[in-house]
């Protein structure tokens, strides 16, 4: 889905015209990219939380070359999803972990008796 789709979904949705919900759509959009880049955060329950993320500056390799350089810091924005949409996108997985099944751990063998047979 587009944003041109989305806007049309929220027109017939909410009984609004284009315009209006490409407004009310792009003051949403304003308003977390303007927060984040302040280095605000926005929860929406149920769905996730956009913060900003801060990368330190690191050395790496350029791979045409091998030749070593520095790679500045960076700020840049990270979403981190809610249960609920988790939940929606694989509820297999939202299903075991309210059951509290955590994926299996192979266990160790079991250890044999240290004394031999006579």
Known sequence: MNKGELIQHLATQHELSKAEAGRILDTLLDVVVTTVKKGGTVT??????????????????????GAKI???????????PGATFKAAV???????????????AKKAPAKKAAKAKK
């Open 90 to 104: 694989d509820p297999k997985a939202a299903a075991k972990k309210a059951a509290g099944k955590a994926p299996a």
């Open 44 to 65: 929406l329950p149920g769905f996730g939380t956009f913060k900003q993320h801060a990368r330190a500056a690191r050395n790496g390799v350029n791979p045409s070359t």
């Open 70 to 80: 520095k790679i500045a810091a960076a700020k840049l924005p990270k979403f981190t």
